[in-house]
């Protein structure tokens, strides 16, 4: 079964910076993409970028370009979602998922808070 | 400000139907581009509902069922269960944004 296995939560000062993981198992890897999407506490959804496990290929949103950056390690199934300078408005819980071709994601992770304290 | 535009909330009696609205632009949803719905349980990740205007994942109730014209698309929910009470989100993609767009959520409570 598919399964997105994210690392723990992060606690990070203003101005720092945050690697989150996130473990695919149960697919094939490089068939499909992986989308990251950001909940502040009790806000909507946000989405932060997606990459192809293919061939690293990303899409970041305008407001986080140059802060966020994402890569893959095959050989491990694992992609990461690194966020720098952080503000504490990028306090979030934040969620990979397994994107189906860029339309819409089919399986989530389990979400890895992030919060930014000084 | 989320670009797609959703009601705060709706409510309805067990048994009911509800419809919750999702209206966007001619940059996303009026530009062809699909509509995609998500449940979220209190306290847990989003699951997908209903993928590309109207279809439906494995086992998700046919209660459950999409729509799109124009600029806007719609969940509808019917014969509404306690267990329906989640947020939901409808997600496209925008061209001029050029990635994806949430709407700002819908919380559904069952009287």
């Known amino acids: 079964q598919v399964q997105l296995v994210q690392s723990g939560p992060e606690v990070k000062k203003p101005g720092a910076s945050v690697k989150v993981s996130c473990k695919a198992s149960?697919?094939?890897?490089?068939?499909?993409?992986l989308s990251w999407v950001r909940q502040a506490p009790g806000q909507g959804l946000e989405w932060v970028g997606w990459?192809?496990?293919?061939?690293?290929?990303?899409n970041y949103p305008q407001e986080l370009q140059g802060r966020v950056t994402m890569t893959t390690d095959t050989s491990t199934s694992t992609v990461y979602m690194e966020l720098r300078s952080l503000r504490s408005d990028d306090t979030a819980m934040y969620y990979c998922?397994?994107?189906?071709?860029?339309?819409?994601?089919?399986?989530w992770g389990q979400g890895t808070l992030v919060t930014v304290s000084s | 400000q989320s670009v797609l535009t959703q009601p705060p909330s709706v409510s309805g009696a067990p048994g009911q139907r509800v419809t919750i609205s999702c209206t966007g632009s001619?940059?996303?949803?009026?530009?062809?581009?699909?509509v995609h719905w998500y449940q979220q349980l209190p306290g847990t990740a989003p699951k997908l509902l209903i993928y590309?205007?109207?279809n439906r994942p494995s086992g998700v109730p046919d209660r459950f069922s999409g729509s799109k014209s124009g600029t806007s698309a719609s969940l509808a929910i019917t014969g509404l269960q306690a267990e329906d009470e989640a947020d939901y989100y409808c997600?496209?993609?925008?061209?001029?944004?050029?990635?994806?767009?949430f709407g700002g959520g819908t919380k559904l409570t069952v009287l």
């Open positions: 001619s940059s996303n949803i009026g530009a062809h581009y699909a």
């Open positions: 990459i192809s496990a293919y061939n690293g290929d990303t």
């Open positions: 997600q496209s993609y925008d061209t001029s944004l050029g990635g994806w767009v």
């Open positions: 998922a397994r994107d189906t071709g860029g339309a819409y994601v089919d399986f």
């Open positions: 149960g697919y094939t890897f490089a068939s499909y993409g």
């Open positions: 590309t205007n109207n």
